[in-house]
């Protein structure tokens, strides 16, 4: 099996800035790692993700503020997040995909997700 587990997750203000970390083995996802974010009511939104050719894609909602990165042991994901507004208050996921071939652009391509972690953003 394969698990992900999410942390660093938390309550900051508007303008501050965090760091979430995502452990895993990443070297079995041969497609896709990346970080999706969700909030109630609303589908599972696309944040972030590194490709099987090790580039780095965000959404326009993000750009600039958020990066990516996986270190090189293959073992952390970690989401930069500067500049938080409330807008990015949301549950944070983790995922990896198996598939390749995939733009990694959307929840299809992945299949392993880890268990969230809350960001509050407040104003």
């Known amino acids: 099996q394969v698990h992900l587990v999410e942390s660093g997750g938390g309550s900051v203000p508007s303008g501050g800035s965090l760091r979430l970390s995502c452990a895993a083995d990443f070297s079995v996802f041969v497609g896709c790692v990346g970080w999706f974010r969700q909030v109630p009511g609303k589908e599972r939104e696309w944040v972030a993700a590194?490709?099987?050719?090790?580039?780095?894609t965000s959404a326009d909602s993000v750009k600039g503020r958020f990066t990516i990165s996986l270190t090189s042991s293959k073992d952390t994901l970690y989401l930069q997040m500067n500049s938080l507004k409330p807008d990015d208050t949301a549950m944070y996921f983790c995922a990896g995909g198996s598939i390749a071939g995939r733009w990694c652009d959307r929840a299809d391509d992945f299949n392993y997700w880890g268990q969230g972690t809350q960001v509050t953003v407040s104003s």
């Open positions: 590194i490709d099987r050719y090790g580039r780095s």
